[in-house]
């Protein structure tokens, strides 16, 4: 069975990108500065997270040479929970694939996993901190805002969660999901507690455009930041990018990985895989998934909710690594591996079969390269009724989907 002749889409998404994000932030710190004002030698510990957040080794360095030039002394956290196998060396090894190291940042990265616990918050989750954070002089935390897979609420991925999660290491971790992880309330008042506890924190957020370039930055006070961090969620959900076809037959996805998503593929982008009642306006009847993003380190967390595999992604897969991260959050099914194919060609082979009340000609198909780059993507000939003549879209010419000889789609 063979897929339908294939066309380029281009698509112009929601773009407001800011022209030099690293001199936006420099000059931000500059004019409003830390949570406190620091002291020649504040020894002063930069939160950094899992996510592949645009420019961010840049905005990294913005904040470091900020805290030099204020007399601190600047150094690297992972903050990513139990991501990177919750080991010095794999949290490591995730910066290094984000560009975040001494050598480009111009800091030192203190990755020790040890915590200390900050007691329990109201509804009796106990919080932990990284004690390299804890006994810092100050505190920043620099992450993306935006919508979570697991809960909703005016709070959800972003500075609160880098805070009670990702600087809680594998402890915080499994304390938030021991006690029901999707309440987002719970993450806010483990947040607070946090905030009470640690040094002062100065939160960086990030704003991501519909192209995944950053739109904006704020600095968060830390006692502000669960107050106003809700209204950059808002500008964000605004922002997301989104399949331009209603559903398909299949669907392909180039490259998943937890540097993308933290299921390795945004649900809200897939129409599936979220566990929150966040409307999607897209859906797949089969998810092909074909490749693991080298910056995902080996966690293939997410490869569950996908139809068909290939063989490289599953020997790209390191258990060890996708297991800690799933055993941690409780969703053992995100680690379950779909059927294997062989080859990209026989994944797609598998999923057309597997439809067998579709004749082949009228498969609608869509390839993405992955669910954060959506300005350009394929669809089948049986999809071009929906987008032809419509604002914002381009088509190219119909052409047959083309292999090289171990398989794999050109």
């Known amino acids: 069975m063979e897929i339908p002749r294939m066309l380029k889409v281009r698509q112009k998404?929601?773009?407001?990108?800011?022209?030099?994000?690293?001199?936006?932030?420099?000059?931000?710190?500059a004019g409003r500065g830390f949570a406190v004002p620091l002291e020649a030698g504040s020894r002063v510990a930069i939160a950094v997270g899992s996510r592949g957040i645009d420019r961010l080794a840049e905005l990294v360095c913005a904040v470091v040479d900020?805290?030099?030039?204020?007399?601190?002394?600047?150094?690297?956290?992972?903050?990513?929970g139990s991501h990177g196998g919750a080991t010095e060396e794999g949290q490591v090894a995730v910066l290094v694939s984000l560009g975040v190291t001494w050598e480009q940042v111009g800091a030192p990265v203190f990755p020790a996993m040890e915590t200390v616990s900050l007691g329990a918050s109201?509804?009796?989750?106990?919080?932990?901190?990284?004690?390299?954070?804890?006994?810092?002089?100050?505190?920043?935390?620099?992450?993306?805002?935006?919508?979570?897979?697991?809960?909703?609420?005016?709070?959800?991925?972003?500075?609160v969660k880098m805070i009670a999660v990702g600087l809680g290491k594998v402890e915080g971790a499994r304390s938030l999901h021991r006690h029901g992880f999707s309440a987002g309330h719970l993450i806010g008042e483990v947040a607070d507690l946090a905030i009470s506890?640690?040094?002062?924190?100065?939160?960086?957020?990030?704003?991501?455009?519909?192209?995944?370039?950053?739109?904006?930055?704020?600095?968060?006070?830390?006692?502000?930041?669960?107050?106003?961090?809700?209204?950059?969620?808002?500008?964000?959900?605004?922002?997301c990018p989104r399949i331009p076809v209603a559903g398909a037959d299949i669907l392909i996805v180039d490259e998943m990985g937890k540097d993308i998503s933290g299921i390795g593929m945004d649900p809200f982008v897939i129409g599936r895989g979220k566990d929150t009642e966040e409307p999607t306006a897209f859906s797949a009847r089969r998810l092909v998934v074909l490749r693991l993003s080298e910056a995902s380190g080996g966690n293939a967390t997410g490869i569950g909710v996908a139809d068909i595999t290939t063989r490289r992604l599953a020997e790209a897969m390191d258990r060890a690594v996708t297991y800690r991260n799933v055993l941690t959050s409780g969703a053992l099914h995100r680690a379950r591996l779909p059927l294997v194919a062989d080859t990209e060609r026989e994944?797609?082979?598998?999923?057309?079969e597997s439809l067998g009340d579709v004749d082949a000609s009228g498969l609608r198909v869509v390839r993405i390269r992955n669910t954060r780059r959506l300005e350009e993507l394929q669809v089948s000939e049986p999809l071009t009724s929906e987008l032809e003549g419509r604002p914002g879209i381009e088509l190219g010419n119909p052409e047959a989907m083309r292999f090289t000889g171990d398989g794999d789609i050109v």
């Open 13 to 29: 998404l929601e773009a407001d990108a800011l022209a030099d994000p690293a001199s936006t932030l420099r000059e931000l710190l």
């Open 66 to 80: 900020a805290v030099k030039d204020a007399g601190g002394e600047p150094f690297i956290v992972p903050a990513m």
């Open 122 to 159: 109201p509804s009796g989750v106990e919080a932990f901190m990284a004690r390299t954070a804890l006994e810092a002089d100050a505190v920043v935390v620099l992450n993306r805002v935006g919508l979570h897979t697991g809960y909703s609420g005016p709070v959800q991925s972003g500075l």
């Open 197 to 239: 506890k640690a040094p002062p924190i100065t939160g960086v957020a990030v704003v991501e455009d519909a192209e995944r370039r950053v739109c904006r930055l704020a600095l968060l006070p830390g006692p502000g930041i669960r107050s106003e961090e809700p209204a950059l969620l808002e500008l964000a959900r605004g922002m």
């Open 347 to 352: 994944a797609l082979r598998m999923a057309a």
